[in-house]
C-alpha cells in the first residue's frame, strides 16, 4: 500500500495541527495504522496507532491527551489532530501500515509515508 502524509508545517507552541494519510493501492482494511516521529539525531518514535476495524487507538505517553488519531473508511485516510503542542513535538512525522496489531516496534512496519515535518515554535 502506498502512503502520502501530509498537513505538517509551522506552529507556535500550545497551537494545533492536522496531519492526513491518504493511502492509495489497496484498502487499509486489515492493517493496523501507525504514526511515528523523528527528531534529529534520535530513533523513530511510535506516537500513536489505530486498528481500521475495530477502532482501538494506542497513544504514547508523551502525546497522551493531546493527540488524537482517527480513521475514515470512506476516504481510506488516518488523521492525527495534534493539539497544545510543545516544541518537543519537532520532528519528522510518519505514516506506517503494519500487519502485526498494536506494534510500537518501527520493524513491523512493512509500509511507510515519506514523512511531513512539524516545527513547534516557542
Known amino acids: 500500500v502506498q502512503l502520502q502524509a501530509s498537513g505538517g508545517g509551522l506552529v507556535q507552541a500550545g497551537g494545533s495541527l492536522r496531519l492526513s494519510c491518504a493511502a492509495s493501492?489497496?484498502?487499509?482494511?486489515?492493517?493496523?495504522m501507525g504514526w511515528f516521529r523523528q527528531a534529529p539525531g534520535k530513533e523513530r518514535e511510535f506516537v500513536a496507532g489505530?486498528?481500521?476495524?475495530?477502532?482501538?487507538?494506542y497513544y504514547a505517553d508523551s502525546v497522551k491527551g493531546r493527540f488524537t488519531i482517527s480513521r475514515d473508511n470512506a476516504k481510506n485516510t488516518v488523521y492525527l489532530q495534534m493539539n497544545s503542542l510543545k516544541p518537543e513535538d519537532t520532528a519528522v512525522y510518519y505514516c506506517?501500515?503494519?500487519?502485526?496489531?498494536?506494534?510500537?516496534?518501527?520493524?513491523?512496519?512493512?509500509?511507510w509515508g515519506q514523512g511531513t515535518q512539524v516545527t513547534v515554535s516557542s
Open positions: 506506517a501500515a503494519s500487519t502485526v496489531w498494536g506494534s510500537r516496534r518501527p520493524s513491523d512496519y512493512r509500509d
Open positions: 493501492g489497496r484498502t487499509l482494511s486489515g492493517y493496523y
Open positions: 489505530i486498528g481500521w476495524g475495530v477502532g482501538s487507538t
